[in-house]
């Protein structure tokens, strides 16, 4: 070994816990979180993996400085990406610990459960310890009636793809065997921010659960991420969960936007005619105009919506989508003429056909065109 390398080996001991928290801009929280872990897993050989889709504000800096000095806390930096369910699947990939917990890094979270968590897999032939705000001495903290309607919907909705009763099925907050968390690995939507849904509804058996309760605090420190794309990308796990093996959910996103495409369509030409007495052709160009910026402007804020253009990107983008539906459009006409030429088609499987194929097409191309992969 080189004398002059300041790096020191460490005796390290191969932790049975990890810790995996998704943070974005937790800076002043990550101080007083480790501070924490250190008093309640004392005893417990664990590690902390911070998952950080490139926070701006210091973040990887304040783990950084803890981490240099105690390698039991990690980082894991992510650029370009988004969303706590990816961040936890990575986070728990790149540790070798048998037990894995997942914890917000806004310290809303009860740490002091962790320690009956890992007593409950460890000891009790538990697989997955959810801590829940809706079992015996669990609570949702300060939430308004807002929030906790919005919650209790959710949960409601999450009964439609669970096969097993869960109470607190939307936590962020639990421990999961890494065995078990191996079964259901490859299976996973990896959508949004419920990944205890996801791996619950994407588990081949129930698995043996017990939910410790647990009261929800209020954030002390930094910002709350949830905005209203939380919903949807909710609605798309459900989806996802019920129809993804058969169609793509962003597939159908896609379709229903064409969907209400065509209806603008059509009342934009109905008005053109009859209001504002457009000869046909005019009017047919402006309802096509007005149905290319709408399904544009609502795949780019619903259907890509982690790949969401913005400023110049919105301009490139329209252009892109605009001729690339163009080429769909002739593609359509040129199946479906097809079609309808030959000799068993009927007009109606032969338009269909054709639509069917540029809705293909338009999905397909501007995926990767339009809204590419940043
Ligand atoms: N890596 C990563 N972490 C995220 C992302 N969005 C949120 N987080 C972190 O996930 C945790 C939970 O997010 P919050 O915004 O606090 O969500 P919440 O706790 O349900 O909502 P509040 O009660 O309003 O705080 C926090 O540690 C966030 O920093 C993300 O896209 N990527
Ligand atoms: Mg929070």
Redesign the pocket.
């Known amino acids: 070994m080189n004398d002059s390398n300041p790096v020191q080996p460490r005796p390290a001991t191969a932790p049975d816990l990890c810790v995996v928290?998704?943070?974005?801009?937790?800076r002043g929280n990550i101080g007083p979180l480790i501070d924490r872990l250190r008093t309640v897993l004392d005893g417990i050989a664990w590690e902390v993996i911070f998952?950080?889709?490139d926070s701006r504000d210091g973040t990887r800096d304040a783990v950084a400085a803890i981490g240099r000095a105690d390698p039991r806390v990690r980082l894991l930096h992510?650029i370009g990406r988004?969303?706590?369910s990816s961040?936890f699947i990575e986070g728990a990939q790149a540790t070798l610990a048998p037990y894995i917990a997942a914890m917000?890094?806004?310290l809303?979270h009860d740490e002091r459960v962790l320690p009956r968590m890992f007593s409950a897999l460890r000891d009790d032939g538990i697989e997955l310890a959810i801590g829940s705000r809706y079992v015996e001495g669990g609570g949702t903290g300060d939430w308004d009636a807002r929030r906790a309607g919005m919650s209790s919907l959710a949960t409601r909705l999450s009964q439609l793809v669970l096969r097993t009763p869960v109470a607190d099925p939307m936590s962020?907050f639990f421990m999961i065997r890494r065995d078990t968390f191996d079964r259901a690995v490859r299976h996973l939507s990896a959508m949004g921010f419920k990944i205890l849904l996801d791996i619950v509804a994407s588990l081949p058996e129930p698995p043996r659960i017990r939910e410790l309760p647990y009261e929800f605090r209020s954030?002390v420190s930094?910002e709350?991420?949830?905005d209203a794309g939380v919903l949807r990308d909710y609605l798309m796990l459900i989806l996802d969960k019920l129809i993804g093996h058969i169609v793509p959910v962003r597939f159908v996103l896609f379709a229903g936007v064409g969907a209400l495409g065509i209806a603008a369509h059509l009342v934009v030409l109905r008005l053109g005619l009859e209001l504002g007495r457009l000869p046909f052709p005019d009017a047919q160009a402006l309802a096509t105009a007005c149905a290319i910026v709408g399904n544009f402007t609502l795949n780019n804020i619903f259907t890509f919506r982690e790949r969401r253009l913005r400023g110049w990107g919105l301009v490139r983008g329209l252009i892109t989508f605009s001729a690339i539906c163009s080429v769909g459009a002739a593609g359509n006409i040129g199946v479906s003429s097809f079609l309808f030429g030959s000799a068993h088609s009927s007009w109606w499987l032969a338009g269909i056909a054709g639509a069917v194929m540029s809705l293909v097409w338009n999905y397909a191309v501007s995926s990767v065109i339009t809204w590419r992969r940043g």
Do not use: F, M, T
């Not at 928290?21 to 937790?26: A, H, K, M, Y």
């Open positions: 928290i998704p943070v974005l801009n937790e998952v950080d889709d992510r988004r969303g706590l961040a917000d890094g806004d809303q962020g954030r930094g709350s991420k949830l």
